[in-house]
């Protein structure tokens, strides 16, 4: 039977665009648009964040290992060759801090702006570009929808009548089948499938009738929802096109390979360590520290009144002990009188080492300047009392008496100044103890203010001599003097014990 129901016949439903409803995906591409602006922007705060932190670290380090490499013991040409991959961290710290101001100051802000631009919230939610999506696609599919819908319910009442028109007719063939039919009954049955097939037709019409009518609308149903979906289409273009632009942008500050300051960089820090030469090194060690430096060779010296000594320089940073003076003041009279120059005198301390002795001899050093002062200051009580006879021969009118003034000075651990009465060979001609003009050149000079650096031993050292400290690296102590022109510190340790140290063997405790 030619218009028979069939269950093949069933449309399963397809996930088409020109389904009804089907265009929301389009529509949701616009909402989309807008997310990934701000995914973009996410992605490209977090790419600066890390540019800025690479960017501190490297400084950092940079830093911390420069200040190593100075107080270490590394030096010459290889030092200046370690200390470029320092400058070439801050240089490069330098590059990405501009990379993170760009993502952040230009990229970033250029999206910001386009995204505000382009998609335009509305008060009730959403975006206005979304809602105009929506009601252009909706328009332009409204008609075709309203007629496939007829379509459908013609449809669904066709495919009832031919179920209805099959069942009638398996009952008409049962009935004939069976021994003892009522004609009546068969008559009936035969009506009714009659009856169900007229019905079919009549349904079959409609729905043949109302398809055609859509597939008339069909064309101009296609042709409006081409022109509002290629309308997002070039909304959709202009933002990719966006997109694809910054993201050259983006690739352009982060590419540092194309920066000449970052190719400078690295050309300059290649250089700098191919200037390393060992050779000017050793050379350079070997005048500095090795048998190249000069040497004060012991001469013989005539025995001098003015007792002109030659100090080493570990003496020259020791602080006397005491110093004794002896000056000449008039009795009898109000006006001052100023010293006479040739009766000063000096009491060395004991500590000092006499003309020409070797400051490295421990054996009988102590005895011989004993005896050796004992006999400048016998030598030097004669010579007073000769000047003394002069002066009273030259008919003095008030007679004068010697009176000794013994100056004691208390050193301190950080607070006092070293004083010194000390000389050396380069004093040639002339009284030590003179003084330039009026003043007295004994006189208390203002204290130095007191110096107390916690510090830490950056290497192992072991004291050469009686005044040096010995201390392992990682130990504390205490910086009570401010380094001199020799690279020498005064320091104590935690045991109490002052001495020198070197300098660059000790960092400050932050």
């Known amino acids: 039977m030619s218009g028979s129901y069939d269950e093949s016949m069933i449309d399963v439903s397809s996930d088409s665009f020109w389904e009804v409803g089907n265009y929301k995906r389009s529509v949701k591409r ?44 590394q030096y010459g040409t290889l030092e200046r060759a370690w200390s470029a991959l320092c400058t070439e961290a801050e240089k490069v710290s330098e590059l990405h801090m501009e990379v993170k101001s760009a993502l952040m100051g230009e990229d970033y802000e250029k999206l910001k702006n386009w995204q505000r631009d382009s998609y335009h919230k509305q008060m009730i939610g959403g975006y206005k570009e979304t809602k105009e999506a929506e009601d252009g696609f909706r328009k332009a599919q409204k008609p075709w929808a309203k007629k496939l819908k007829e379509m459908e319910t013609m ?47 009549k349904t079959k019409e409609r729905y043949q009738k109302s398809l055609e009518e859509l597939d008339k609308l069909t064309p ?61 090194d050793l050379k350079w060690f070997r005048s500095n520290h090795g048998p190249g430096m000069p040497m004060n060779w012991p001469q013989f010296e005539d025995w001098s009144i003015d ?27 109000d006006q001052h009188v100023p010293p006479v120059k040739t009766s000063s005198s000096l009491t060395v301390p004991a500590n000092t080492a006499p003309v020409g002795s070797n400051p490295f001899d421990d054996g009988e050093e102590g005895e011989e300047e004993a005896e050796e002062e004992e006999e400048q200051q016998q030598q030097q009580e004669q ?32 607070s006092s100044m070293e004083k010194t009465t000390e000389w050396s060979d380069e004093d040639t001609g002339g009284n030590p103890f003179s003084s330039n003009g009026d003043g007295n050149p004994f006189e208390d000079e203002p204290a130095p203010s007191a110096v107390s650096v ?34 020498w510190c005064k320091g104590r340790l935690k045991n109490g014990q002052m001495g020198l140290y070197p300098a660059n063997y000790v960092e400050d405790i932050q």
């Open 307 to 333: 007792l002109n000594r030659t100090l080493s320089k570990r003496e020259k940073k020791k602080p006397s002990e005491g110093v004794t003076l002896t000056g000449i003041s008039q009795t009898g009279s």
């Open 454 to 487: 916690a510090v830490r031993a950056l290497y192992d050292y072991d004291g050469q001599e009686q005044d040096e400290l010995t201390f392992k690296a990682g130990e504390e102590l205490t910086k009570v003097g401010e380094e001199d022109d020799q690279g």
């Open 155 to 201: 449809k669904k009442s066709y495919h009832s009548a031919c179920k209805e028109e099959k069942l009638a007719a398996s009952r008409e063939t049962n009935s004939k089948l069976e021994s003892n039919n009522n004609p009546e009954a068969q008559k009936k049955l035969q009506e009714k499938v009659e009856k169900c097939q007229q019905e079919v037709q």
């Open 30 to 73: 616009v909402d989309d648009g807008s997310r990934l602006c701000n995914d973009l922007m996410s992605c490209l705060h977090e790419r600066a964040r890390i540019e800025k932190s690479y960017a501190q670290q490297l400084t950092e380090w940079g830093k911390r290992w420069r200040q190593l490499i100075e107080k270490g013991p």
């Open 220 to 280: 101009q149903y296609m042709e409006n929802m081409e022109q509002v979906f290629e309308q997002w289409q070039q909304f959709e273009d202009t933002r990719i096109c966006f997109f694809r632009e910054l993201l050259l942008e983006v690739k352009q500050h982060l590419d540092l390979s194309t920066n000449h300051r970052f190719q400078t960089i690295y050309q300059t820090l290649e250089d700098t360590i191919s200037a390393a030469d060992a050779e000017d």
């Open 383 to 414: 010579a007073e009392k000769e000047e003394e006879e002069e002066e009273e021969e030259t008919g003095m009118e008030q007679p004068t008496t010697v009176n000794h003034i013994s100056v004691k000075e208390e050193i301190k651990t950080a």
